[in-house]
């Protein structure tokens, strides 16, 4: 069975542009979460996603933002970025009736 | 205060040794409990999840959580230099869906 997918592996931006972070999860995953994990922040809830509506927010500006297809995969947005936007974005699917969330290999956000 | 407080080591032990990580949590109202393994540069890997109170066992490792004492542990037996990585503890609440992570503790095994 394919894990989580995320794309790209790297993304170099500058100060002010957009970046779009995708996932894919697990074949049969409806909920897709997204995490941001900065240097010395740890591991801070973004985003969750279900059945194509937003679910719930973590306490992040509004510049971040996604959304859920109906193949389920999901696209995180970060506009405006700042240069402690730098940070691994990872992506996790749960299965249905569980609360196991299992995570993508993740994007290195890097703001310059 | 963090909801979830866990050391970051970093911790360092011999081939074969018993690891004991531990976490604590303030919120009474986490449900379930999990222990997740990260390799460097690499995405978080769940390793156990737990749902009560009491011993979980999975191979060579036992997840436990203690919910009177708001406190939650992994054990590692017969730890092998592949074990080298960060352990996060995780916690959620029924509905809220999110995770709430601990920090997270650098594990080195020595050979």
């Known amino acids: 069975e394919a894990g989580v997918t995320q794309s790209p592996t790297h993304l170099i931006k500058t100060r002010g542009q957009q970046a779009t972070l995708r996932c894919s999860p697990i074949?049969?995953?409806?909920?897709v979460y997204w995490y941001q994990q900065a240097l010395g922040l740890g591991l801070q809830f973004l985003l969750w996603?279900?059945?194509?509506?937003?679910?719930n927010r973590g306490n992040f500006p509004p510049r971040f933002s996604g959304r859920q297809f109906p193949n389920y995969s999901s696209e995180l947005n970060v506009n405006a970025l700042e240069l402690e936007d730098s940070a691994l974005y990872l992506c996790?699917?749960?299965?249905?009736?569980?609360?196991?969330?299992?995570f993508g290999p993740g994007t290195r956000l890097t703001v310059t | 205060q963090k909801e979830v407080e866990q050391d970051p080591g970093p911790l360092s032990v011999p081939e074969g040794a018993i690891v004991s990580l531990n976490c604590t949590y303030s919120?009474?109202?986490?449900?379930?409990f999990m222990w997740y393994r990260q390799y460097s540069r690499k995405g978080p890997e769940l390793l156990m999840y737990?749902?009560?109170?009491g011993n979980k066992e999975d191979g060579r490792f036992t997840a436990q959580v203690d919910k009177s004492s708001k406190y939650i542990s992994l054990f590692i037996r017969d730890s092998q230099p592949s074990d080298s990585a960060t352990y996060l503890c995780?916690?959620?609440?029924?509905?809220?869906?999110?995770?709430?992570f601990g920090q997270g503790t650098r594990l080195t095994i020595n050979p």
């Open positions: 996790a699917s749960r299965p249905l009736g569980s609360y196991e969330q299992y």
């Open positions: 074949s049969g995953h409806t909920s």
């Open positions: 996603y279900d059945e194509g509506e937003e679910r």
């Open positions: 919120n009474s109202a986490f449900q379930y």
């Open positions: 737990t749902y009560s109170s």
């Open positions: 995780a916690t959620g609440i029924q509905g809220a869906q999110k995770l709430v």
